[in-house]
């Protein structure tokens, strides 16, 4: 089994639409990662989490809200989807500082 | 945070030769990371090089880091097919810095 999922790996919605995308890891890291990808680009960071009580913003987390249910669980929430929130989301692990990020398959929204 | 320039940009090699790619980078660093992703999926973690170390090896790459020059070299020797993804350099700064990725390398290995 992977040791972090991503769920739906594929998902269509429309303008508007609040969707939520789910993120679990069995390897016990602490810490926590959303990112998004377009086209031809590297990685944005849009919220991470250090543990179950510490949420921070990254780079573009506007339009986008997130989640820490436990250790092993980081959703992220798009309150209301628009076009150019077309991306694959990726969530990553961490253990401590410093170290690997371990990423999880992606998500490939397409947001009509 | 800091993020690496990687160079160049786009490289297509035949299989069996070797491939090597750079990375430049702003400020003193702890440690730089490379990773790999193969097209539409997650990235995959390569090697790991710390601030105090020179090269470092791992099956058929080496990573080479130079603090005086802030750059890296990852270099893949005797290139296959399957080496065909993009290649994405991170240097890592002070403490609870995060990894923040430039556009990546894309390597294409004709067989």
């Known amino acids: 089994d992977a040791d972090v999922t991503q769920t739906p790996r594929n998902r269509i919605t429309k303008t508007g639409k609040r969707i939520m995308l789910e993120c679990s890891q069995t390897?016990?890291?602490?810490?926590m990662y959303w990112y998004r990808q377009d086209p031809g680009l590297g990685l944005r960071l849009i919220y991470y989490?250090?543990?179950?009580?510490?949420?921070n913003k990254g780079e573009i987390s506007d339009g986008y809200s997130v989640s820490r249910q436990a250790q092993a669980k980081f959703s992220l929430s798009l309150e209301s989807a628009i076009p150019n929130q077309t991306a694959l989301y990726f969530c990553?692990?961490?253990?401590?500082?410093?170290?690997?990020?371990?990423f999880g398959p992606g998500t490939r929204l397409l947001v009509l | 945070s800091q993020q690496g320039e990687e160079d160049p940009q786009a490289l297509s090699i035949q299989e069996g030769e070797n491939a090597t790619m750079n990375c430049s980078y702003k400020?003193?660093?702890?440690?730089l990371q490379w990773y790999r992703q193969n097209s539409g999926r997650g990235l995959v973690h390569l090697i790991l090089?710390?601030?105090?170390?020179r090269e470092k090896h791992s099956g058929r790459l080496r990573v080479t880091l130079d603090t005086s020059k802030k750059s890296s070299s990852l270099l893949i020797t005797a290139s296959r097919a399957a080496d065909t993804a993009s290649y994405f350099c991170?240097?890592?700064?002070?403490?609870?810095?995060?990894?923040?990725f430039g556009k990546g390398i894309t390597l294409s290995v004709r067989p």
């Open positions: 990553a692990t961490q253990q401590g500082d410093q170290e690997t990020q371990y």
């Open positions: 390897k016990g890291h602490d810490r």
């Open positions: 989490s250090f543990d179950v009580k510490d949420i």
């Open positions: 400020t003193s660093i702890n440690n």
């Open positions: 090089i710390r601030s105090n170390e």
């Open positions: 991170a240097p890592l700064t002070g403490a609870n810095s995060k990894l923040t």
